[in-house]
């Protein structure tokens, strides 16, 4: 595992460490923020969906 403390965008550290491992398949979960929350924040599953140079999981937390 790779551990270490980062100040970058969490996205461009994900996507970064998904090049340098190359899985087969990444799971990634998604706390499923809409309209103007994901516009200002961004949302980090997203990303890695649209970049990741694997298939990817996507998951939805169970309500509660």
């Given at each position: 595992a790779i551990r270490g403390t980062y100040t970058?965008?969490?996205k461009a550290v994900l996507l970064d460490m998904l090049a340098e491992l190359e899985p087969d398949l990444v799971a990634i979960g998604t706390r499923?923020?809409?309209g103007i929350r994901r516009l200002l924040l961004g949302s980090t599953a997203r990303a890695v969906v649209h970049h990741a140079n694997c298939s990817t999981l996507v998951t939805h937390?169970?309500?509660s």
């Open positions: 970058m965008d969490v499923g923020l809409g937390a169970a309500d």
